[in-house]
């Protein structure tokens, strides 16, 4: 009798501690992810844009006129280069048609129309903008309370705007009238709008897109004639050549 009751008690043991056991996996999957911690939500997106590698279409759109090519864009902590390619991908006949570059000093590159050169790059490439995130460690150590506060920020005439997970939305440089915005998909960078001055605009939609720090290859230092004021890029000349250019290259 003694042992039968040993028994029955040792079977009510086992089932307390299942029913314990499938109680608890009950309130895990209830419980779902913890919530991410804002601040370092907010340090993974600023460190997308600190450093990345990508391709894609490129739409550069002038005075009515659009082109589209493939291009490839990368940056790192010290530098940033756009190529646009005409011809085939990384094949033959794949040729560099526009190409930007900013480090130490800014340079653009046009091998078929050399004189689209006078042209000033930071009117078609908001620099500025993407020179705002050259360290993510660094903007977040100074500026991620107020980011997180207002989901804004503004830096020498740049003002910054984030969404509500702190994804970056649009970047507008004051000083250039340069505007940079961010669209995305499935929660993931699709496009950048670059506009400038006088309805130019560049649109990157993105194919590929790695966060990672590539190594970069500077374009040659711009020769001492670039000029780069406001009247090369109001000049009427300029103007109707770079017309002319994306006319003849669509």
Known sequence: MLSVIRNNARLRSKALLLLA?????????????????????LRRELKKWESFDSQGIAEMSYM????RKMFF????????????IDGGLMGAG?????????????????PMLPILEMLNPSDMIPANSFGVFANADTLFARYGHSIIETRKLELEGI?????KDYRLDNVIDTNSMTELKAVYKNNSLSELIMKGPDNLSVRLIFDEIKYLEPQIIPLPKPTSG?????????????????????????
């Open 21 to 41: 056991l499938v109680g608890i996996m009950l309130l895990s999957a209830c419980a779902g992810p913890k919530p991410v911690n804002k601040h370092e939500q």
């Open 64 to 67: 009515g006129l659009t082109l």
């Open 73 to 84: 864009a990368a940056k790192n902590k010290e530098q940033l280069r756009l190529d646009i």
């Open 94 to 110: 794949a040729k560099p048609l526009l190409s930007f570059y900013m480090g130490s000093y800014v340079s653009l590159s046009a």
């Open 159 to 163: 003002k910054i705007s984030f969404m």
């Open 226 to 250: 670039n000029n780069w004021d406001n009247s090369n890029m109001y000049d009427a000349n300029i103007k109707q050549l770079l017309k002319d250019f994306l006319r003849n290259k669509r």
